[in-house]
T-cell receptor
Framework: DAGVTQSPTHLIKTRGQHVTLRCSPI?????VSWYQQVLGQGPQFIFQ???????GRGNFPDRFSARQFPNYSSELNVNALLLGDSALYLC??????????FGSGTRLTVV | DQQVKQNSPSLSVQEGRISILNCDYT??????FLWYKKYPAEGPTFLIS?????DKNEDGRFTVFLNKSAKHLSLHIVPSQPGDSAVYFC?????????????FGKGTLLTVNP
């Protein structure tokens, strides 16, 4: 069975650019969450989506947005990239009551 | 304001001995706690969890203890194995069980020496 898959695995962008990160959940999982992990810190909650609706949002600026598609895959968009947005972006999917399974993440470097 | 704190950035133990990783929290609304293990270039992997109605949960070599009055939990690994070497994250959620928003600590790097 495929786990949570994220693409791309690595990405380099320039300040001010826009980026789209993609996530495919485990088959049957209807909830997708996004986390940002900066070097030396724990993952920090960005968004959670369930059945295509936003269920929760962390303390991130409006430059961060996300959506979930009818097949439950998800995109995370970040506009006007800053150097501080450089991080590992983790996607996790879950089946109600069974906890999260994380993907391997997308390593974003902003230069 | 860090609501979940792992005050030891690193821990080194000998193979076969006990590893004890500690975690403190400040938010009284947290009612579900989890431990994740993370290897480089991989996402966090769920290890073990505990609800606030319990004070201990055991799964094989892994045991989590919760002291609600002290707002403290710990993960015990017995016996420790070299393959346990990884970063361990403590995480907590409030009101949503195991698949709601998680608040993570900064992690503790465990090194198990052969």
């Amino acid at each position: 069975d495929a786990g949570v898959t994220q693409s791309p695995t690595h990405l380099i962008k320039t300040r001010g650019q826009h980026v789209t990160l993609r996530c495919s959940p485990i088959s049957g999982h209807k909830s997708v969450s996004w986390y940002q992990q900066v070097l030396g810190q724990g993952p920090q909650f960005i968004f959670q989506y369930y059945e295509k609706e936003e269920r929760g949002r962390g303390n991130f600026p409006d430059r961060f947005s996300a959506r979930q598609f009818p097949n439950y895959s998800s995109e995370l968009n970040v506009n006007a990239l800053l150097l501080g947005d450089s991080a590992l972006y983790l996607c996790a999917s879950s089946l109600a009551g069974h906890g999260y399974t994380f993907g391997s993440g997308t390593r974003l470097t902003v230069v | 304001d860090q609501q979940v704190k792992q005050n030891s950035p690193s821990l080194s133990v000998q193979e076969g001995r006990i590893s004890i990783l500690n975690c403190d929290y400040t938010n009284s609304m947290f009612d579900y706690f989890l431990w994740y293990k993370k290897y480089p270039a991989e996402g966090p992997t769920f290890l073990i969890s505990i609800s606030s109605i319990k004070d201990k949960n055991e799964d094989g070599r892994f045991t989590v203890f919760l002291n609600k009055s002290a707002k403290h939990l710990s993960l015990h690994i017995v016996p420790s194995q070299p393959g346990d070497s990884a970063v361990y994250f403590c995480a907590a959620s409030a009101g949503g069980g195991s698949n709601y928003k998680l608040t993570f600590g900064k992690g503790t790097l465990l090194t198990v020496n052969p």
